[in-house]
């Protein structure tokens, strides 16, 4: 079993920068791929970065690549989210997710992760 704790989440203006962090229980933290969705209100909750498992491979949404830099702290059992540039447009409740099986082909998708954190809210604007 993993609990997950999501942080820093606020209001910043268009341009701003925020940080959110995921904090995670157990010790099997390196062995995990985490990720990172959000969800707008009326949307469904979509992909944004995952880091596969320490050491390992990181992908991004398209629309984040560039802003946004997922990074872990094996050593804290956290995973980090350094957005950047942020746009009205990733105005969403962000959540934080694990899952120690999940295979490559299903990194983008939320429903292959076993394990969420309660979410924190990001909103942009002026």
């Known amino acids: 079993q993993v609990q997950l704790v999501e942080s820093g989440g606020g209001l910043v203006q268009p341009g701003g920068s925020l940080r959110l962090s995921c904090a995670a229980s157990?010790?099997?933290?390196?062995?995990?791929?985490m990720g990172w969705f959000r969800q707008a209100p009326g949307k469904e909750r979509e992909f944004v970065a995952v880091?596969?498992?320490?050491?390992?491979?990181?992908y991004y949404a398209d629309s984040v690549k560039g802003r946004f830099t997922i990074s872990r702290d094996s050593a804290m059992n956290t995973v980090s989210l350094q957005m950047n540039s942020l746009i009205p447009e990733d105005t969403a409740v962000y959540y934080c997710?694990?899952?120690?099986?999940?295979?490559?082909?299903?990194?983008?998708?939320?429903?292959?992760?076993?394990?969420w954190g309660q979410g924190t809210q990001v909103t942009v604007s002026s």
């Open positions: 997710a694990a899952d120690s099986t999940i295979i490559l082909s299903e990194l983008r998708n939320p429903g292959a992760y076993d394990y």
């Open positions: 157990g010790d099997a933290f390196r062995r995990y791929a």
């Open positions: 880091s596969r498992k320490s050491g390992g491979s990181i």
